[in-house]
């Protein structure tokens, strides 16, 4: 297929663009390197460095869908600047879906987060939990949920929202390099490293195993599978939402451990307050991707920590 990759110069975007590569599609990416990246495009895509609002400009008709992770995703940030979250997030889907009709281009997959729910009790969590946003980012991933929705009812989109839990992991010299990085895994690898004295355990009072916030991290790599089979599951006049995750939790000193065992170092951390917004437990219920794309994630938090940890060590510092 000939695929538009929006934030394919970011860290999820540009591992699921090298994958869709290697599957044998033909990739351009529309980035405005806000957050991302130039050499986090993989080699062999086209790149247009772009707003999502300029998607008119890239889009024609001999395009067969669009992957669409450009967006803004911190959780803090959201609450301290609602207003990015809308307009980028909300407006600049928008456009991205007028750009899509006015070029006839009726396929898209869509990055959803487990943010759309906010905290809910029940676990794992399925699709039919009622969300519940806690926060702006995850209203505005809601929201586009629903436009997805209505335009797939109105004009025939096929549309597939994948709701990611945790990501991590890296593949072919791709990583994570957020800046400022707020995920518990490279900020765990960056003490590892050296960079810094000590890392953060946020809340040690949460009503779990060990009193640490339980998540769900999933391989970036079996998040990527999952979108290219979303590509050919999606269908004309449907919206379909599946969960992304493991359906296994790991507490923060779980992750804690195996950093630790991966690495040999022993990443000194300080306990702190719990961060503003954050859920005790985020488990997925995985099943409804893996009845409606056959997926299954194969890869387990060591390999997640490892596959991070020597794309640090290789490409980090350069
Ligand atoms: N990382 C996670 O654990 C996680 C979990 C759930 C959902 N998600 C979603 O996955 C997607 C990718 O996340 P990521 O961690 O790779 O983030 P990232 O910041 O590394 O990548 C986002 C990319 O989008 C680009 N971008 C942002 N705003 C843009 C705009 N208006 N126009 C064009 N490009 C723009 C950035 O420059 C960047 O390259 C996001 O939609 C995020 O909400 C991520
Ligand atoms: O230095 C750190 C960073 C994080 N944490 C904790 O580790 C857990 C995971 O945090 P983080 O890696 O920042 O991910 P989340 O806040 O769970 O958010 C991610 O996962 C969500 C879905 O579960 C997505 O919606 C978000 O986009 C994505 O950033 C949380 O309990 C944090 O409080 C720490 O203790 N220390």
């Known amino acids: 297929m000939k695929l538009l990759v929006t934030g394919g110069a970011g860290y999820i975007g540009g591992i699921v663009a090298t994958l869709l590569l290697e599957a044998g599609h033909e990739v351009t990416v529309l980035d405005d390197l806000s957050t991302g990246h130039r050499d986090g495009v993989p080699e062999g895509a086209a790149f247009h460095q772009g707003a999502i609002t300029d998607a008119a400009d890239v889009l024609d008709p001999s395009f067969d869908g669009v992957l669409h992770f450009a967006a803004k995703s911190l959780v803090s940030e959201s609450v301290r600047r609602p207003e990015l979250y809308w307009r980028t997030n909300v407006c600049g889907t928008l456009a991205l879906l007028d750009a899509m009709r006015a070029a006839d281009v009726r396929r898209i997959v869509f990055s959803s987060t487990a943010a759309t729910y906010g905290a809910p009790e029940t676990t794992p969590i399925t699709e039919d939990v009622p969300p519940q946003p806690t926060n702006p980012y995850g209203a505005s991933k809601l ?23 945790n990501v991590a992991g890296a593949y072919a010299g791709h990583g994570e390099r957020h800046d400022p990085e707020t995920h518990l895994i490279p900020n765990l690898l ?11 355990v946020f809340g040690t009072d949460y009503p779990t195993r060990d009193g640490t916030a339980v998540r769900d991290y999933l391989h970036v790599v079996d998040l990527a599978d999952a979108h290219l089979r979303a590509l050919t599951a999606a269908t004309p006049g449907r919206h379909l939402i599946c969960n992304l995750g493991t359906g296994t939790g790991s507490t923060v000193h779980e992750v804690l451990t195996a950093v630790r065992e991966v690495t040999g170092h022993e990443v000194p951390v300080e306990e702190s307050p719990r961060r503003a917004g954050d859920p005790p437990s985020l488990v997925a219920s995985h099943d409804r991707a893996t009845a409606e794309l056959g997926w299954k994630p194969r890869r387990d938090l060591h390999s997640m920590v490892a596959d991070a940890w020597s794309y640090r060590q290789r490409h980090a510092s350069s």
């Not at 960056?190 to 953060?200: C, I, L, N």
Request: charge should be negative; aromatic fraction near 8%.
């Open 143 to 165: 929201a586009v949920d629903a436009m997805l929705t209505s335009e797939a009812q109105a004009y025939d989109l096929a549309a597939v929202s994948l709701r990611y839990f």
């Open 190 to 200: 960056a003490v590892a490293a050296g960079e810094r004295p000590a890392a953060q």
